[in-house]
């Protein structure tokens, strides 16, 4: 099956510690993206990349990292700089980097600081 | 920058149509879609229009387009318990040529 997963589905932090959610794609899709989501809000976007070892910020991208080493994968670590980091995260991916091609997304990792 | 809005909650009986409204500021924007998110899920792309359509159908879904308002709407027809979910509106903004999401919808259909 073709398809975006995400791993683990839920997801515990203590302050002060880093943690790195897992974003896997079999599409042959070149474009990878993450996204935040709070409560009665929209998504907001973390950082995006269009082609492997490359990636920019989004938005929201202080006190979060990520990595293109591979096509498929696209791990997102949130660290401990990142201020108010419980919430629910996804990751899509499309065919091109073009902001017309259509993003598919993953089921979510809700991250929560305890 | 590309600003989405769209109302928190729409109630309806199952049955009934609903219609879920967003609006947009970017007159520039090409693409305008329709996600839906049920609880505890990631987003289910439901579909697309271009900016040169005014309507899209697929099934029970009725996309409208007003260019002129730049007003979107998603219709659905014969509401089921099962279209109950958050809805999205997103659109592509112009200058950013980056997704942009509105807040969401929750639907709440009611047997």
């Known amino acids: 099956d073709g398809g975006i997963t995400q791993s683990p589905k839920y997801l515990f932090r203590k302050e002060g510690q880093n943690v790195t959610l897992s974003c896997e794609q079999n599409l042959n899709h070149d474009a990878m993206y993450w996204y935040r989501q709070d409560p009665g809000q929209g998504l907001r976007l973390i950082y995006y990349s269009q082609i492997v070892n490359d990636f920019q910020k989004g938005d929201i991208a202080e006190g979060y990292s990520v990595s293109r080493e591979k096509k498929e994968s696209f791990p997102l670590t949130v660290t401990s700089a990142q201020k108010n980091p419980t919430a629910f995260y996804l990751c899509a991916s499309s065919i091109g980097g073009q902001g017309t091609d259509t993003q598919y997304f993953g089921p979510g990792t809700r991250l929560t600081v305890l | 920058g590309e600003d989405v809005e769209q109302s928190l909650f729409l109630s309806v009986r199952e049955g009934d149509s609903s219609v879920i409204n967003c609006t947009y500021t970017d007159s520039s924007s090409t693409y305008l879609y329709w996600y839906k998110q049920e609880p505890g899920a990631g987003l289910q792309l439901l579909t697309y229009?271009?900016?040169?359509?005014d309507m899209k159908q697929d099934q029970r879904l009725t996309v409208l387009l007003n260019k002129k308002d730049k007003h979107l709407s998603l219709r659905i027809a014969d509401t089921q318990t099962g279209d109950s979910a958050i809805y999205f509106c997103?659109?592509?903004?112009?200058?950013?040529?980056?997704?942009?999401f509105g807040t969401g919808t929750l639907l709440a259909v009611q047997p």
């Open positions: 229009i271009f900016s040169n359509m």
């Open positions: 997103a659109a592509i903004g112009g200058a950013t040529n980056k997704l942009i």
